[in-house]
């Protein structure tokens, strides 16, 4: 990893309940359950194959799944092979 490069964590934003006199109790139920949904997952930043390539994934806590990576891993592992360059994926001549 690059020596400059800086980790950072971001935190979640506050949730706070409603003193709305109508539905205020079914409000509240959504924050929360939108929170446990949020908190719920985790972003993990991995080094890629090549020099400045990261990895993001999206993981969920409680079955380690990961629910989104970006790039595809697919795409992730055509960029990796030492064949590749840029261009090289689609063929032009006909």
């Known amino acids: 990893m690059d020596g400059h490069a800086r980790i950072t964590?971001?935190?979640l934003p506050a949730v706070t309940?409603?003193?709305?006199?109508s539905g205020g109790d079914l409000?509240?139920?959504?924050?929360?359950?939108?929170?446990?949904?949020?908190a719920?997952?985790?972003?993990v930043i991995e080094q890629g194959a090549a020099k400045g390539a990261f990895i993001y994934?999206?993981?969920?806590?409680?079955t380690?799944?990961?629910?989104?990576?970006l790039p595809r891993e697919e795409v992730a592992k055509?960029?990796?092979r030492a064949s590749?360059?840029?261009g090289a994926v689609i063929d032009t001549e006909v």
Do not use: F, N, T, W
């Not at 309940?17 to 006199?21: G, P, Q, R, V, Y």
């Open 9 to 11: 964590r971001v935190g």
């Open 17 to 21: 309940a409603s003193s709305s006199a």
């Open 27 to 38: 409000a509240d139920s959504r924050a929360a359950q939108e929170a446990e949904r949020i």
């Open 40 to 43: 719920r997952y985790r972003l």
């Open 57 to 62: 994934k999206i993981l969920d806590r409680e």
């Open 64 to 69: 380690g799944e990961v629910v989104r990576q």
């Open 78 to 80: 055509i960029g990796a």
């Open 84 to 86: 590749y360059a840029a």
